[in-house]
């Protein structure tokens, strides 16, 4: 029997090698351990690859990067042109979309919401995805995070044609950055409002929530990836392998906490099984990151505080890229084949997390 499965799963590995040829989606052929998670079937897998639309993800990374926030006449205009997209967006596919108002003093902030019901309607289990999509005053904002609302559409686009057994909600959140003149609001209002006001319903059994910032800037140059000292003591072995690799600024980043493990070591089997190309380093954060704010700053951080599984992926913000939050940060940083490998992972994790099924 062992032999049996053995040569199925090595022929539909194959399958993938040959009709897709290509170091891209070469998979090895051993059969990778995977605990007690189990990777998605690989003619599913083939079907997800396929689906994906590298040029409607750039148009739409085209269309999104322009500076949006409440700070000029032509920056909100731009604010409210994208939020009519991410509606438009979620509300296609047979989705429902709402969405969520807050208040930050005199700033009037906006989430929006996309739903994928399970197959099955009384299914509680909820998989939560989300990408802040403000920027800085005076940012085009591509990176940062054009990058991760065009994969979120992206994202909600492909899955929506598929049934699952769990549910999976979109976010995209407002008021990310930190809110101009006003004391006490460092950011993440939109995320904060989510989990505390209503996004996140009493019967909801979250299965956890994977945060998308800035997933497009890759560099193999030698020293472009920048590792803080104070973390080398305390992350030892993380520092060796990037110090190995000559400080490249070529993989994805993912911050986990103690209850997000399971969820990050999916994200880095899937890479390894269907995607080896594409490197994933994880960062295993005590507790819920106290003390260590560079691993707070984004929309995962309301999660681990209120006790839900989240993991932030991202391609390491200032450390990498060096025109984070500035003029500069435009579509011509952006590595392609990057943020589109990226984008395939996570159509593979999350089919894997809420259990695809196509029949």
């Known amino acids: 029997m062992y032999i049996t499965k053995y040569f199925t799963n090595l022929c539909c590995r194959l399958l993938l090698v040959f009709l897709l040829p290509g170091s891209l989606y070469a998979v090895p052929l051993h059969i990778a351990d995977t605990g007690t998670y189990a990777l998605i ?6 079907k997800l690859l396929q689906d994906f639309d590298s040029v409607r993800l750039r148009d739409n990374l085209l269309l999104i990067g322009k500076e949006r926030n409440q700070y000029s006449a032509s920056a909100n205009a731009h604010l409210e042109t994208v939020r009519k997209l991410i509606l438009k967006s979620f509300s296609s596919g047979g989705m429902s979309s709402h969405t969520q108002s807050f208040s930050v003093q005199n700033y009037q902030g906006m989430n929006i919401i996309g739903e994928l019901y399970a197959k099955n309607r009384s299914t509680r289990g909820t998989l939560i995805i989300g990408a802040h999509y403000d ?17 979120l559409i992206e994202l909600a686009r492909i899955l929506s044609h598929y049934d699952f ?7 995209a959140f407002d008021l990310e950055e930190a809110v101009r003149n006003i004391n006490g609001h460092g950011g993440t209002e939109g995320s904060k409002a989510f989990v505390e006001h209503g996004g ?6 979250i299965i956890g929530f994977i945060n998308l910032d800035m997933l497009g800037y890759y560099t193999s140059q030698k020293n472009s990836q920048q590792f803080p000292q104070g973390l080398k003591t305390v992350f030892p072995d993380l520092y060796k392998k990037v110090e190995k690799n ?3 600024g070529d993989f994805l980043l993912s911050f986990s906490n103690d209850r997000s493990r399971s969820l990050a070591r999916t994200v880095e089997e899937s890479a390894h099984t269907y995607i080896p190309e594409l490197s994933v380093i994880n960062i295993p954060v005590p507790g819920n990151g106290e003390g260590m704010d560079d691993f707070r700053r984004s929309d995962h951080v ?7 599984s989240a993991i932030s992926l991202g391609d390491g913000a200032y450390s990498r890229n060096p025109h984070y939050h500035s003029p500069e940060d435009k579509f011509q940083d952006i590595n392609e084949h990057f943020l589109g ?17 196509i029949l």
């Open 165 to 171: 057994k769990y549910n999976i909600r979109f976010v």
């Open 200 to 205: 996140i319903l009493n019967t909801d059994s």
């Open 41 to 46: 079937p690989p003619p599913v897998t083939l």
């Open 135 to 151: 920027t800085v005053e005076g940012s085009a904002g591509v990176d940062d995070n054009a990058t991760g609302v065009a994969t």
């Open 302 to 308: 309301h999660f681990w505080d209120n006790g839900y």
């Open 341 to 357: 490998m990226v984008t395939k992972l996570l159509l593979l994790t999350v089919a894997t997390q809420c259990e695809i099924n």
């Open 246 to 248: 000559e400080f490249r």
